[in-house]
């Protein structure tokens, strides 16, 4: 029961609520008292009034009820503070343990008496014993939250919490793309669609593995026991011990994982990412599996990380911003993109001057581009051709005393296109 949005219902018409009496509201709190159930049923039986009024009187009743149970309990919290005050200090009397002893039970009692009581004026504060500082972040709930999950704990006690905290480490650390190293995080914890997953969730699915139809798709039956993943992992020189059925699948996995070389932790990780994404191939685009190409397109992903110098982590990689140029500069940028698979090219073009303002800006495509070298100089050469183009603009509104030093510029930049145009003819 809540009185959070009450539904008010007026069965007296609008004879009700003349006196200007408050209505009636149902504290929360009444219903952990005792004989709060024993005292609305004992008024219900002894009233015989009309609905309307009957209702009224059990709300009224019911309010001053309340107001004593309120000051009952200022009373008993005064009284208890007073108790307290006197047990703080070194020798209370016996008659104060008496009354402490029938205002508790003995249990609470004898905790009361245990409880270690400073003699100075520090005042109390609250402590988040999940976190080093003692004050709460979303990090320290979130790994308290896991840890009841999964049954680790916060703060690692035993050897099965600290290879748990040594995996999650270990994975964050790698020098992989953040995609793959997320997909992994979240395959480790569960969250990923299985088909078991989605028939839990009241899904009408086929639980049976797309790769080899002897078991459940599960993340335990995709990271060890089915057959082509066994393939995949053996050709790449990774062998996952027996899975033990005691453990729980995060464990296994963090026991597993902590134990291979840096390079087959990358691998794994790669591994599995690259094993979804063949299943999401097989099942959405009938696509047959093959372990040969799985293996090349791991160990590819594998060199082309490594080749970029694995820059996975955001605060590593260098971030470029435009830079304006000197005042009376105009300054042009530009690029291209190449279609290899229909011979096509898209440029851009933007000038803008020394206050950022955009002064033009364009975009064209080419055919019968063969390469990226051919669609970057056809970017400059169409680049040359607009800048021309607003030189001729600028030369018809600047007067004829300037003409001579613009049609100067205007030839040198000439000489320019004829040179790209040769450039061009023999890319």
Request: charged share 20%.
């Amino acid at each position: 029961m809540s009185d959070h949005c009450p539904i008010l219902t007026n069965t007296l018409g609008s004879q009700h609520n003349q006196n200007n009496q408050s209505k009636f509201r149902l504290d929360a709190d009444w219903l952990v008292v005792d004989d709060f159930e024993e005292i609305l049923q004992s008024f219900w039986r002894n009233n015989s009034e009309a609905l309307p009024l009957k209702l009224e009187m059990l709300g009224t009743h019911l309010q001053n009820w309340g107001r004593n149970i309120r000051a009952k309990r200022r009373r008993l919290k005064v009284n208890l503070e007073k108790k307290l005050a006197e047990l703080s200090s070194n020798d209370p009397d016996d008659d104060t343990l008496a009354e402490l002893l029938e205002l508790f039970s003995d249990e609470q009692a004898t905790q009361i008496l245990n409880m270690h009581i400073p003699h100075n004026d520090t005042p109390d504060m609250i402590v988040w014993k999940a976190g080093r500082s003692g004050e709460y972040s979303v990090r320290s709930g979130y790994r308290l939250l896991i840890g009841a999950t999964e049954g680790f704990s916060s703060s690692p006690t035993n050897q099965r919490d600290i290879e748990a905290k040594s995996f999650f480490k270990s994975l964050w650390s790698l020098p992989l793309p953040p995609k793959i190293k997320i997909f992994f995080w979240r395959f480790s914890n569960n969250l990923i669609p299985t088909l078991v997953n989605l028939s839990n969730q009241r899904m009408n699915v086929n639980t049976s593995c797309n790769f080899c139809n002897l078991e459940v798709e599960s993340v335990e039956h995709l990271s060890h026991s089915c057959p082509f993943v066994q393939q995949i992992l053996y050709s790449l020189g990774i062998e996952p011990p027996i899975f033990n059925q005691e453990q729980s699948w995060l464990e296994w996995l963090a026991g597993f994982f902590i134990k291979l070389s840096l390079l087959q932790r990358k691998l794994l990780t790669i591994s599995y990412w690259a094993i979804w994404f063949m299943r999401n191939q097989k099942m959405h685009e009938d696509l047959q599996e093959n372990v040969r190409q799985t293996v090349n397109f791991i160990s590819l992903q594998l060199t082309e990380f490594e080749a970029l110098g694995a820059k996975s982590n955001p605060h590593a990689m260098t971030s470029y911003r435009w830079s304006p140029p000197r005042p009376g500069i105009i300054k042009v940028n530009f690029d291209a993109s190449v279609d290899a698979a229909h011979n096509s090219s898209v440029a851009g073009i933007i000038l803008r001057n020394s206050e950022g303002p955009v002064m033009a800006i364009d975009t064209f495509s080419f055919s019968f581009v063969p390469n990226a070298e051919t669609a970057e100089a056809k970017a400059v050469l169409w680049m040359v051709k607009l800048i021309v183009l607003l030189i001729f603009c600028l030369l018809a509104a600047f007067p004829i005393a300037s003409s001579f030093v613009l049609l100067l510029i205007c030839s040198v930049w000439l000489s320019l296109v004829l040179g790209f145009l040769l450039i061009s003819c023999f890319l």
